[in-house]
């Protein structure tokens, strides 16, 4: 059975698997985001911080999607998508897949907005972090 919160982060997913980034509309105007790992690393604060942060990053690559390998709700507030990343270098030409082929998104939502974001650019370190390492192992890799 599908919740509120799952639907949201599927519909934000949605659009990232087109490439299209565009919107900021599920954020809450306070939105945390946050990369742990890969090549910009860092936290930003509102919807203008997070809009600097991905076209920071966004703008090394072509053609980059978001592809979601799995969802899961680990809680009333909380949704994981277990993903993978598609794009080229725009100076290296060099595809993203052959860097990092496994990652994770967090999503924390609140009363219909999602109020923080942290991208984790090792799936393994996002299961550690929330405890869910040992069922990695098994289920999820």
Do not use: C
């Not at 809450?28 to 809009?51: C, F, K, L, Q």
Request: cysteine-free; charged content about 25%.
């Amino acid at each position: 059975m599908s919740s509120a919160n799952l639907d949201l982060v599927q519909s934000i997913h949605a659009a990232w698997e087109r490439g299209d980034f565009s919107s900021a509309e599920w954020a809450h105007p306070d939105i945390e985001y946050e990369n742990v790992g890969g090549p910009s690393p860092g936290s930003w604060t509102g919807r203008a911080g997070m809009a600097e942060g991905m076209r920071d990053f966004l703008s090394a690559w072509k053609d980059f999607r978001v592809n979601v390998d799995q969802y899961r709700e680990l809680d009333g507030e909380r949704v994981l998508a277990l993903t993978s990343y598609s794009a080229r270098g725009k100076k290296s030409g060099l595809e993203l897949g052959q860097m990092w082929t496994k990652a994770a998104l967090l999503f924390h939502v609140r009363g219909g907005k999602v109020t923080r974001i942290v991208s984790y650019w090792d799936r393994e370190n996002a299961l550690a972090d929330l405890g869910l390492a040992q069922e990695a192992s098994t289920r999820l890799s």
